[in-house]
């Protein structure tokens, strides 16, 4: 059987639901941490599953460049090179040839892009993304789209929207089936509601595994994201997981979830982390921040997370002074830890028909201990 979402609740609009792949089945709502080049930064694969994260990204730009697609699948494929056993999702390659790639030229066809590591030349196509991300072994493919960038105008959108649109149907021929694998359509169109009910029209007449939404968190604001899911989720196929790319802080996933997304990637957890910012029950703290420096309580009380079960704000502070390596790592750890302990603690309330009272309890408390 293909790769598939089955629903267990609705609340609201939030969804709980089970993700079934070839390497496993992932309880939804869920967050997937970004391994971007092969490894989640700053953690070991072991450090990532004791987070009870379940499912990671893998970035195809970044392992097309080093070490190659075929190099990882001369080795085994994704799943043994980065000793994850769980399922991987990869993102097509698109956005991040926009975002980090050098010279680039777009045309009907595809993209040719300079690689940001050593300047040499390299195509994406529709075609060969998919083949990039078979080769990688990837459990969820994304389709080849270009992220509109934001601003745009509806001309724009409409134009970029129709192009990926068109790359959808290639990607889809040529897309090898595989038990437990599938392959995602990404609705684009900004923030214009027409463009976006275009798009989710021509995904669902092509027909995919799942829905992403893409094209958010591009620089619109929560609120214009928001709105744009707000009439996004209800065009979408009640039947299918929807995968909202690139997003976010914690209170971003909690209005995401309300509208009804199920699964969520971003680098914010290890990022912030590797900046001195912990993301806590209590909301944000920046450890750099000299207020720590004897501040003997654990990051986050209610945490159970090596860096809160061993370590006090005080040390971390210290091991950000001192650039150690383990200061960021406890703080990736800590993030990603707090991104599946809230994820769970949605899902649980989706499942228990108890989803806004809880979102309001989480609202308050990230009112407690923040500082931003
Ligand atoms: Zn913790």
Known sequence: ???????????????????????????????????????????TADAVRSTGARMVLGNTYHLMLRPTAERVARLGGLHRFMDWHGPILTDSGGFQVMSLAGLRKMDEDGVTFQSHVDG???????ERSIEIQHLLGADVTMSFDE????????????????????????????????????LFGIVQGSTFEDLRAESVAALTGIGFEGYAIGGLAVGEGQEAMF???????????????????????????????RRGVDMFDCVIPTR??????AYTSRGQLNLRNARYAEDDRPLDPDC??????????????????????????????????????????????ILAGRFEAEAALIEHDWTKDGEE
Not at 4 to 18: E, M, P, Q, S, Y
Not at 150 to 169: D, G, I, K, N
Not at 304 to 322: G, V
């Open 272 to 277: 912030s982390g590797r900046m001195g910012r």
């Open 227 to 257: 709105a744009t899911l707000d009439f996004t989720t209800p065009m979408l196929p009640t039947t299918h997981a929807r995968y909202l790319m690139g997003v976010g802080k914690p209170a971003d996933l909690l209005g995401a979830v």
């Open 147 to 182: 992220c509109t960038p934001f601003p745009a105008t509806h001309e724009q959108a409409a134009s970029s929207m129709r192009l990926s649109m068109r790359w959808a149907a290639r990607g889809r021929k040529a897309f090898v089936e595989r038990p437990g694998h599938g």
């Open 304 to 349: 159970s997370c090596p860096a809160c079960r061993n370590h006090s704000r005080a040390y971390i502070h210290h091991l950000l002074k001192c650039e150690e390596m383990l200061g960021p790592m406890l703080l990736s750890w800590h993030n990603i830890h707090y991104y599946q302990a809230l994820m769970a603690r949605m899902r649980e309330a």
């Open 1 to 43: 059987m293909t790769l598939h979402w089955t629903h267990a609740a609705t609340d609201g609009r939030a969804r709980a639901g089970v993700l079934h792949t070839a390497h496993g089945e992932v309880p939804t709502p869920v967050f997937m941490p970004v391994g971007t080049a092969g490894t989640v930064k700053a953690m």
């Open 120 to 126: 040499s030349k390299h195509r994406l196509t529709p």
